[in-house]
């Protein structure tokens, strides 16, 4: 670690960046082009407790000559027996470092390249073949998985992703593809788990071992999962902050989240978490290719015992390696010296810091245009997990993309959604907690404005429809949601969108203007119901024309006929619309359109920390409308 210091010295020009840790292995191998790689067949053999013998065996086999160096930890010794084995053994092609990866190389960059795919795919020749003795690495599976179980993930992870987010929040992947299942559900899977990845490189994102629940799907329930799924939890966090104290040193670096970062449930697979969806899914991919090196492990097994360990450099420190059959993770002192190594705490400490919204997932309905879609670029732009859910799927879609160019297309999705219909509000709210986790924020732009038939009058079934959309369904939105926060038991928000007809009294839109004064009261009920956890406000727009679907050219049409405004029907909706948005900005007192921004901020406010004493009300964001003033 000292030489760290020195490598500043040997850079080239005015180059801040600061060195990798592998920065000298990479360097004093005498070869053009280095490649250094940790796939998962050649984990495996470095994973191996006759890995050494086992390589000896491959070279015999493929022709090849790669040399077997035991552990160290990456660094300038490392990288000095790297020379080292290179200068004695002339010829080599490559070097297997027990416990770790694999070094390439060539002269060209095409040679280098090709070289290392030919090893990869001979090793992946040899285990396969091992393997094909061997079909149960993990012994018998006692658990299928479960036939429904993106449905029982859904439905189980605001309650894991609550218990992880006690220091703070995090964001869920969902892993439920075949070799996950097969591992989650076989006889001897817990024990290989307990051992965690055997790769630095992986468990800097898993944790040292991930949590195996104990659980049975063919005896148990959901409840009983969402119960042990909160005391395991806590039985993990106790074990890993033993796990800290055993190792760490005076100078080591403060124990982080003790939470797991992998957690593994039988009939379900396994659940990846972190601070956004990149890193979620990344620690959920690394478990999987932990466990394709477990079983590659295992597959190499031929029954004879290996000692002392090959990984281990000097006999004594043989014992230290944790071992299950024939596969090999670190000791638990060298993990904790890599996970706790002052040089990762640093690359921890040159992180940006999280913007705004980091960690946060935010359904927003309505979102693919006029407001919603504003608010969801403006919750994007602040570093939220966004799922943009309308009527319009194509346009909710458009929206997405936007957002996810703005932030990240991994933190950003799209459905499908229909106020009225209390099973598609309930997908969306199931699609939105697969997608990410869980939800700490929904906001609801949609509504219906509807248009009378030509004497004037609406039909009951207009009216019916009207309350049904603008009232019923933010209830019933509420209703299909609030098993979600109580599970997760973490601060929410939910942001309404009402009107400022609300409390305005006038001709030709009683529907929508009574049904926006409900809304406001439901608002306010919501707000008794759901808190302490959730805050539940609105907004109080005035006629926000652009962007909005709900002024389409008929209704801007008659609106302008109504306020006796002059147009040509040879005139765009665009410009009509700007006719009719002029004539209701010279009604405020501020004398300024409405625009789908203003009430975005207004919303994004209402969803944030920002406003953490704020609940049950209702702000109005029309431009000053004195006949809207609060009553």
Not at 161 to 188: P, Q
Not at 422 to 429: C, G
Request: glycine share 8%; with cysteine; charged share 20%.
């Amino acid at each position: 670690d000292e030489m760290v210091r020195y490598y500043p010295l040997a850079a080239f020009g005015e180059n801040r960046v600061a060195a990798s840790i592998d920065t000298p292995l990479h360097a004093f191998l005498p070869f053009p082009h280095v490649d250094h790689l940790h796939p998962d067949w050649a984990i495996a053999l470095a994973a191996s407790a006759n890995g050494k013998q086992k390589l000896e065996v491959f070279n015999r086999s493929f022709g090849r000559k790669l040399v077997w160096l035991p552990w160290q930890r990456p660094g300038f010794e490392l990288a000095l027996m790297l020379l080292r084995a290179v200068e004695e053994n002339p010829g080599a092609e490559g070097i297997l470092l027990g416990s770790h990866g694999l070094f390439t190389w060539g002269s060209t960059q095409r040679e280098c390249y090709l070289n290392s795919i030919h090893t990869i795919d001979q090793m992946g020749q040899f285990i396969l073949e091992h393997r094909a003795k061997k079909s149960l690495p993990f012994g018998l599976l006692e658990h299928a998985g479960l036939p429904e179980r993106a449905r029982v993930a859904a439905q189980v992870l605001p309650a894991l992703r609550g218990a992880l987010s006690t220091n703070r929040r995090v964001i869920a992947h969902y892993g439920g593809n075949e070799d996950a299942l097969t591992f989650a559900g076989s006889e001897l899977s817990r024990e290989f788990a307990a051992l965690g990845t055997s790769c630095p490189d992986h468990f800097l994102r898993t944790k040292i071992c991930p949590l195996f629940v104990r659980w049975n799907p063919a005896s148990e329930d959901l409840a009983a999962l969402k119960r042990h799924i909160r005391e395991q939890v806590e039985e993990y966090r106790a074990n890993y902050e033993k796990y800290y104290h055993n190792w760490a040193t005076p100078d080591s670096p403060k124990l982080r989240d003790p939470s797991p970062s992998v957690v593994i449930v039988p009939g379900l697979g396994l659940f990846g978490f972190g601070k956004n969806k990149k890193e979620a899914r990344i620690a959920t991919e690394f478990f999987l290719n932990a466990i394709h090196v477990m079983g590659g492990a295992t597959a190499l097994d031929d029954g004879e015992a290996t000692h002392p360990l090959p990984q281990a450099r000097r006999a004594e420190q043989s014992a230290g390696f944790e071992q299950f059959h024939n596969y090999v993770a670190l000791s638990r002192s060298e993990a904790f010296r890599i996970e706790y190594w002052a040089l990762e705490e640093a690359k921890l400490q040159r992180m940006p810091p999280e913007s705004e919204f980091s960690r946060r997932i935010v359904l927003v309905i309505g979102g693919a245009s006029g407001i919603g879609r504003r608010t969801a670029l403006l919750l994007a732009e602040k570093g939220a997990h966004i799922v943009i859910a309308d009527a319009d799927r194509s346009g909710a879609q458009r929206a997405a993309e936007e957002a996810g160019a703005i932030g990240s297309p991994e933190f950003v999705a799209s459905t499908e959604v229909e106020l009225d219909s209390p099973a598609s509000l309930k997908e969306a709210v199931e699609f939105t907690v697969l997608q990410f986790g869980g939800i700490d924020g929904i906001v609801n732009t949609a509504a219906i404005y509807p248009v009378p038939e030509t004497d004037g009058d609406l039909s009951t079934g207009q009216w019916a429809k009207t309350f049904l959309v603008n009232v019923t369904g933010n209830y019933l939105l509420a209703r299909e949601s609030e098993w979600v926060f109580k599970d997760q038991n973490l601060p929410a928000t939910m942001v309404l969108t009402g009107s400022a007809n609300a409390v305005v009294s006038k001709r030709g839109s009683e529907a929508y203007d009574t049904s926006k004064a409900a809304l406001n009261h439901l608002i306010r009920e919501l707000a008794v119901r759901l808190g302490p956890k959730v805050r539940v406000n609105g907004i109080a727009p005035a006629t926000v024309v652009a962007g909005s679907t709900m002024f389409p050219r008929e209704r801007v049409s008659q609106a302008l006929q109504k306020y006796e405004i002059a147009f040509s029907e040879a005139e765009s909706t665009e410009e009509l619309r700007a006719k009719l948005s002029g004539f209701y900005a010279q009604r405020t007192l501020t004398k300024q359109q409405v625009l789908p921004e203003d009430c975005a901020n207004a919303i994004v406010w209402l969803t944030s920390d920002q406003s953490a004493k704020t609940t049950g009300h209702v702000i109005p964001v029309d431009g000053g409308l004195p006949e809207a003033f609060l009553r």
